[in-house]
């Protein structure tokens, strides 16, 4: 979760914890333009445990939530990072660039 950021007369605001797309709070703060940025499940084709059963099963909720949300965005963007996953902290360079 991100303080929101300013950027010349534009400001920018992280989806947060529980809504990463919360596009009907923003549409109701009057919100000019909204930009979402998508990104696809990881596909994981053998889970060797648990923890990666848990955490696809995470992936694919949060991606149909997000999309269902999405729809009432002005811009989509969908960035295929699928080289790398959700909680893969050391790889965030790589998703920024």
Known sequence: MFSPLEYKDYRFVDGGVLDNVPTEELKKLGVDQLIT???PPKEVE???NALDVLLRCMDIMFH????R???????????DLTSSSTFDIKKIDYCYE
Not at 64 to 67: N, P, Q, S
Not at 69 to 79: F, T, V
Request: a positive charge; glycine letters at 0%; one cysteine or more.
């Open 37 to 39: 940025i998508k990104f």
């Open 69 to 79: 949300s999405a729809k009432c965005s002005d811009y989509i963007l969908n960035l």
């Open 64 to 67: 149909e939530k997000d999309t």
């Open 46 to 48: 053998n889970p060797r």
